[in-house]
């Protein structure tokens, strides 16, 4: 399987926690984001790479979110100091961007993360 | 404020007959348009996408419409199957001002009934 893989799929955790979630884009793909859904809504940007750059961050992505790709392959996000609002599920989509035209994002199953 | 918006937060359709779903957008800078379904517990699934130089694409049993005065798109699936059931997630993007990040509508949830 070649696509989009996600890790965990799903975490629980109690309030005041930091959790790491893990991304592994299409191998090929140099464009990763990450995506929050929550229920009955539709997925919202959070932060996006270019290789290894962080070239936006969403106003969403409060200062106990922080997001890495090292090596421009995979990705992490961390969220410190968990809370009750942060229960949803969050998505990482990868694509090949190499001009001006638009090229579709592929998404992983995302982690579920409840936060008890 | 929301960008993208879908009214309709379901449709019910028979096998065989057409599924409409439509999208509503506001910020005249979006130039890449695209649908993805969503089963659950899975990630969205990308369907068919458009520019907005073009006003009609198509692939297979989807069509999508861009008309771009009213910033309006819609998707067609003809003919609608049982496994065409899930959520559709329209999304737009501003390639040239903005990078391709996505701002997606809220969904429509498609039934279709044998």
């Known amino acids: 399987d070649t696509g989009v893989s996600q890790n965990p799929r799903h975490k629980i955790t109690k309030r005041g926690q930091n959790v790491t979630f893990r991304c592994d884009p299409i191998?090929?793909?140099?464009?990763l984001y990450w995506y929050r859904q929550t229920l009955g809504q539709g997925p919202e940007f959070l932060t996006y790479f270019q290789n290894e750059a962080q070239l936006e961050k969403s106003r969403l992505l409060s200062d106990r979110f922080s997001a890495e790709r090292p090596k421009g392959s995979f990705s992490t996000l961390e969220i410190q100091r968990t809370e009750q609002g942060d229960s949803a599920m969050y998505l990482c989509?990868?694509?090949?961007?190499?001009?001006?035209?638009?090229?579709?994002?592929?998404f992983g199953d995302g982690t579920r993360l409840s936060i008890l | 404020d929301q960008q993208v918006k879908q009214n309709s937060p379901s449709l019910s359709v028979q096998e065989g007959r057409i599924s409409i779903l439509n999208c509503d957008y506001t910020n005249s800078m979006f130039d890449y348009f695209l649908w993805y379904k969503k089963y659950p517990a899975e990630g969205p699934t990308f369907l068919i996408s458009?520019?907005?130089?073009?006003d009609k694409n198509e692939d297979g049993r989807f069509t999508v419409f861009l008309n771009k005065s009213a910033k309006h798109l819609s998707l067609h699936i003809v003919p609608s199957q049982p496994g065409d059931s899930a959520v559709y997630f329209c999304?737009?993007?501003?390639?040239?001002?903005?990078?391709?990040?996505?701002?997606f509508g809220g969904g429509t949830r498609v039934l279709v009934k044998p």
């Open positions: 999304a737009a993007s501003a390639i040239k001002a903005a990078g391709n990040k996505l701002t």
């Open positions: 191998s090929e793909h140099n464009r």
């Open positions: 989509a990868s694509s090949f961007e190499g001009g001006s035209t638009g090229q579709p994002q592929h």
């Open positions: 458009i520019s907005s130089i073009k």
